[in-house]
């Protein structure tokens, strides 16, 4: 466990806070992996206790530790809020195994739903920093684009890597303050057969809700998808 200091905090969607954080020296880890993060001297706390598991949404080649997180009302996010850079916090980790797997010739497929993102943004910004070969495809499900963590940069990235490819689509677009002129509803085959090719043989990574995760894990079997070829991540109350 090391003491690292906040950076700094910053809304990057709706009710969603990212916090930056010094990378301790000589502290490395894989795309997709998680820390535990925990307050020290909190003024409140709840039963929940003052530790949270948080996947690193920064990628390992950059230069500090970023994670992301919904807004909740519990003592923890209250207090999260509210550091100011220089505040410390305990971070352990990392830890995990949701991680890229390496055989170039099988595309990965991610299906993300809300803040169950954070581990392709990481994943993605490291697969091009590294020139991967294989070919990405990120699924992205929210409700609205002011609930999207990160969408403006993952849309950009494609024109930074030609193997790489972003299909955002929102599922329930009013009340929204801003256009959207992609598509629309939740992930399901079609959208996912109009882009990804099933005769590669891809590899399928989810991330979001326990509800979201559930329906794709249902989806992708009775497509024939295999069972080793499902990787998949809850992130309950996150």
């Not at 409700?143 to 999207?148: Q, S, W």
Request: net charge neutral; aromatic share 8%.
């Amino acid at each position: 466990m090391a003491k690292v200091r906040i950076k700094g905090t910053s809304e990057v969607a709706d009710r969603t806070l990212a916090v930056r954080m010094e990378k301790p020296p000589g502290f490395s880890f894989e795309a997709g992996q998680f820390v535990e993060l925990t307050l020290m001297d909190p003024p409140e706390t709840d039963a929940e206790g003052n530790s949270r598991a948080f996947t690193l949404a920064s990628a390992p080649h950059e230069a500090e530790l970023v994670v992301a997180t919904r807004l909740r009302d519990t003592a923890f996010k209250r207090v999260l809020k509210t550091l100011k850079a220089g505040a410390e916090v305990d971070l352990d980790g990392p830890f995990g195994s949701f991680t890229l797997h390496r055989d170039g010739s099988r595309p990965a497929v991610f299906l993300a739903g809300g803040i169950g993102i954070t581990p392709f943004r990481s994943m993605a910004l490291q697969a091009t920093k590294d020139a991967l070969s294989q070919r990405l495809f990120l699924f992205y499900s929210n409700r609205r684009p002011e609930n999207a963590a990160f969408l403006a940069e993952l849309q950009a990235l494609e024109t930074q890597n030609s193997r790489f490819t972003c299909i955002a689509t929102m599922t329930d677009v009013q009340p929204s303050s801003q256009s959207w002129q992609g598509h629309r509803g939740r992930i399901d085959q079609a959208l996912i057969e109009r882009w990804v090719d099933s005769t590669t043989s891809p590899i399928y990574y989810i991330a979001g809700p326990a509800g979201m995760v559930r329906a794709m894990q249902g989806l992708l079997r009775s497509s024939g998808v295999a069972t080793e070829d499902i990787r998949a991540e809850e992130f309950s109350g996150y």
